[in-house]
């Protein structure tokens, strides 16, 4: 049975919906769906941590209340019962229970993150910005929210302020990994490459298995003109996983741009002799072999991967070439109309390929212009 009344007794004209089953009555208030939000975010889900730290307040009793309830009923504190409260309501809960986010002492405001992270993927940037004040103010885990801010700074186009929340992140917790991969980026696309390799090569100091990071750091080495830093780099990711082709066709690079052709032709022979092993080495590798007319075996290889991860384009790409090359131009052609339309911006970034591999004749059978 479900009826709704004035509670005087619980707050001066409070609606509420009284909930009874059987002997059981939960008393449904205004304050109810903060109640949830506060046990959600703020407790992860723990309602027992939330009363220990919240009893007396004026929200006691609806926690009392959802304590009870979920012992009858599932899926009570969820977001669906009590969102959106965004940053104004927020506010004025607490004004209203008088409560402040240094009342939560026992939180772990772990749901917060999402929160945030929801409210600046929409592109309001101020939203996100006032909740991470609120848990600054709260004495949240301040090198965790700093991180927060200068990544929300970043995405908002505030580079100096992102720049400076994420090097506070790192001043009050030089463990943390996220703030040295986000100045790394920044200070590249600044084009301030020996500062972006320093944030790089803390981050591979902390983080060893970042496997792309090593390859960031040599693009930013080379760009700074460390071209001995560059193979370093290369010479240790290569040492840590020798099955990498991508790594060796790195070092195939680097060796053509400084002119070493002993070096060069030696890589380029562990490339031709070498099987690819992960997806993502297919394409450097099958270059190599187009180089040396070897298109049959890349058609082997590249159709193999592709019968386990058939949503791979440059996969693809690469059986176009091998069609025409073998006289299948009807496959070719089919292969390509696959990119007419949401891939259409693959093909396109992909046309050096078949201008490399493909004779002006070979593209033109197949529609290529």
Not at 52 to 81: Q, W, Y
Not at 86 to 99: A, F, P, T, V
Not at 192 to 217: C, Q
């Amino acid at each position: 049975m479900v009826y709704f009344k004035k509670d005087t007794e619980r707050g001066e004209g409070m609606d509420v919906i009284r909930l009874k089953l059987e002997e059981n009555q939960f008393l449904i208030t205004e304050r109810t769906p903060f109640a949830i939000a506060v046990i959600d975010q703020i407790y992860d889900g723990d309602v027992h941590l939330a009363l220990d730290d919240l009893k007396g307040s004026s929200i006691e009793a609806d926690l009392l209340m959802i304590r009870s309830i979920t012992e009858h009923f599932d899926n009570i504190v969820i977001p669906e019962n009590y969102a959106p409260i965004e940053y104004q309501e927020y506010i004025q809960y607490l004004n209203e229970c008088k409560l402040t986010f240094a009342s939560f002492k026992r939180g772990t405001f772990s749901g917060f993150q999402d929160k945030i992270m929801a409210i600046a993927d929409r592109g309001d940037y101020e939203g996100a910005q006032n909740f991470l004040d609120l848990l600054l103010n709260a004495n949240v885990d301040h090198a965790t929210v700093s991180e927060l801010k200068g990544s929300i700074y970043l995405e908002s186009g505030d580079e100096e302020k992102g720049i400076e929340w994420l090097q506070r992140a790192l001043e009050i917790d030089p463990s943390l990994i996220s703030p040295y991969s986000f100045l790394g980026q920044t200070f590249y696309n600044r084009g301030e490459f020996g500062k972006a390799a320093s944030y790089w090569e803390r981050e591979i100091m902390a983080a060893p298995d970042h496997i792309v990071t090593y390859f960031m750091l040599t693009d930013a080495y080379m760009n700074a003109g460390r071209m001995d830093d560059a193979m370093s780099v290369l010479k240790c990711l290569s040492e840590r996983d020798p099955s990498s082709i991508l790594t060796k066709a790195e070092m195939l690079d680097l060796y053509e741009r400084s002119n070493n052709s002993e070096m060069a032709s030696r890589i380029e022979g562990e490339i031709l002799d070498a099987v690819p092993v992960y997806t993502n080495d297919v394409e450097a590798w099958a270059k190599i072999q187009f180089k040396y007319g070897n298109f049959k075996v890349v058609e082997e290889v590249a159709g193999n991967f592709l019968r386990t991860d058939p949503d791979r384009p440059e996969l693809k790409m690469l059986l176009v070439v091998t069609s025409i090359k073998c006289g299948l131009c009807e496959r070719a052609k089919k292969l390509l109309k696959e990119f007419e339309n949401e891939e259409m911006w693959y093909f396109y970034g992909k046309k050096e390929l078949f201008s490399q591999f493909l004779t002006e004749e070979e593209r033109a059978s197949c529609g290529i212009l």
